[in-house]
């Protein structure tokens, strides 16, 4: 009888804990980071006692769809998967935030902002959070109830970031990461995060400064990591004449370009003019705009882009990317892994992921080592540039319980203006005249 109890999957609870969190001064083209981010932290609690934990993105928006999803939940099993999106579907409603198709994120660079993305963001923590427990109770890793890994590493490429020093107004913590506004200063802080986790390849955020600057930021990271793959992303900043002279003059440096251009028909004509210049075209990366399943048709069938930077929040969970990963294989298009301000349990639940899908062809992109504070007893760490895939049952991760109080009493704490990620009001900090730049600002 017990034994039963202690394997009973069945939900009792849902704990809901939106935090935020220390971020840097990075800058990109819209504006600034704000001193703390939005992350919203869910529990899953069993019938057999045990608790699993999920992130994803913490902006007002995806908790008041988040809610009536944790309502809903208890009475399910933590293996009911598969009914998850339409539960979310039937009990969540659409978001006052998500205005249409159209809509795009003002705030986070995150591509297309409909109901149906922000409902999936919502769902992927949530189906995280019951691998989670799933897997502890089966004694099982949470890459071996998505069918086995294939690697027993995950590479991660350092994600660097033009920046200040400090938040405008003093506001924020402090780190000593100085300012890095110019090659000299992006290649400091290359030298640093290698030495620091062992990186071996890298990405610039672009779409900060003109784009010769960027170019010789690129031309000065190739000097001085000869060899070394290098990426280049300006958040759909450029024109489709911009992108093509920067691709032109770093055609033979990077690995890949990275949204260049903003949305699938500035990419798809990118991409043919590469492709009339004959030779191997270098690869266009995105992660704006193809976060949707519903985006996939017409930029696949339109060779729009050659590798999909996956993200779980953004495609509903770790299922929803190996699928994705199945699309991409039939197509010819690469994957990597995009990831925007996140804590380790994000991390973790990246790396189950991209430890099982069979093909993954660049290191992914992380932002935690950015990211000074964590809900964890214990950091994920990176060995020469990788995440150890672990055999731990779960997500192989321990909440701490009062860092994951004290971030939400700053939470708690804050009068509102932080709870949904802005980079622009940021900016106006330091600049009252600034707007988000309309497209293309260069
Ligand atoms: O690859 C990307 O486009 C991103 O990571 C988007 C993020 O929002 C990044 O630009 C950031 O946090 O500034
Ligand atoms: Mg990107």
């Excluded at 001193?35 to 007002?60: A, F, K, N, Q």
């Excluded at 003109?210 to 000065?220: H, L, M, N, Q, T």
Aim: charged share 20%; net charge negative; with cysteine.
């Amino acid at each position: 009888m017990a034994a039963t109890r202690a394997h009973d999957l069945t939900v009792t609870e849902v704990r809901l804990t939106p935090v935020l969190v220390a971020d840097p001064p990075l800058l990109n083209t819209q504006g600034v980071h704000q001193p703390y981010t939005p992350r919203l932290i869910v529990e899953v609690v069993t019938g057999g006692g045990v608790t699993g934990v999920g992130e994803t993105y913490g902006d007002t928006a995806y908790l008041d769809l988040a809610r009536p999803l944790a309502d809903a939940l208890p009475g399910h099993r933590v293996t009911d998967l598969n009914a998850l999106p339409a539960l979310a579907a039937r009990v969540c409603g659409d978001s006052p935030d998500a205005t249409g198709p159209a809509a795009v994120d003002a705030a986070g660079l995150r591509g297309v902002r409909t109901a149906d993305k922000l409902r999936r963001s919502v769902v992927s923590a949530v189906e995280v959070a019951c691998l989670d427990a799933w897997g502890k109770t089966a004694g099982l890793p949470v890459h071996a109830l998505l069918g086995g890994r294939v690697r027993d590493r995950v590479d991660y490429s350092a994600y660097l970031f033009y920046r200040w020093a400090a938040h405008p107004q003093g506001r924020g913590e402090r780190d000593d990461w100085g300012a890095a506004l110019d090659p000299d200063g992006i290649v400091a802080q290359a030298r640093r995060l290698v030495d620091l986790y062992g990186f071996g390849s890298f990405k610039l955020k672009g779409g900060v400064l003109p784009p010769d600057e960027e170019i010789a930021a690129v031309r000065a990271l190739a000097a001085a990591f000869p060899g070394r793959p290098l990426r280049l992303d300006p958040n759909g900043a450029w024109s489709v004449a911009t992108s093509l002279r920067v691709a032109a003059a770093l055609g033979d440096t990077l690995e890949y370009l990275e949204d260049p251009a903003s949305g699938t028909g500035a990419m798809a004509e990118v991409a043919a003019a590469l492709r009339a210049r004959g030779g191997t075209p270098l690869p266009l990366a995105t992660n704006m705009c193809v976060t949707t399943f519903e985006e996939i048709p017409e930029a696949f069938t339109r060779g729009a882009v050659q590798v999909v930077l996956s993200d779980h929040h953004y495609w509903g969970g770790l299922r929803a990317t190996c699928e994705l990963a199945a699309l991409c294989a039939t197509f010819g298009v690469g994957l990597s892994m995009h990831s925007n301000t996140h804590l380790g349990i994000s991390l973790a639940a990246m790396t189950h992921a991209a430890a099982v899908v069979p093909r993954l062809d660049h290191a992914c992109d992380t932002h935690y080592p950015w990211q000074t504070e964590d809900v964890l007893t214990e950091r994920l760490a990176f060995h020469g540039g990788a995440v150890t895939v672990g055999d731990a049952p779960g997500l192989g991760v321990t909440l701490d319980r009062d860092r994951l109080a004290a971030l939400h009493r700053r939470w708690l704490d804050d009068d509102g203006a932080l709870r949904s990620r802005d980079d622009a009001a940021a900016m106006r900090r330091a600049d009252p005249d600034w707007r988000v730049p309309a497209v293309p600002r260069w």
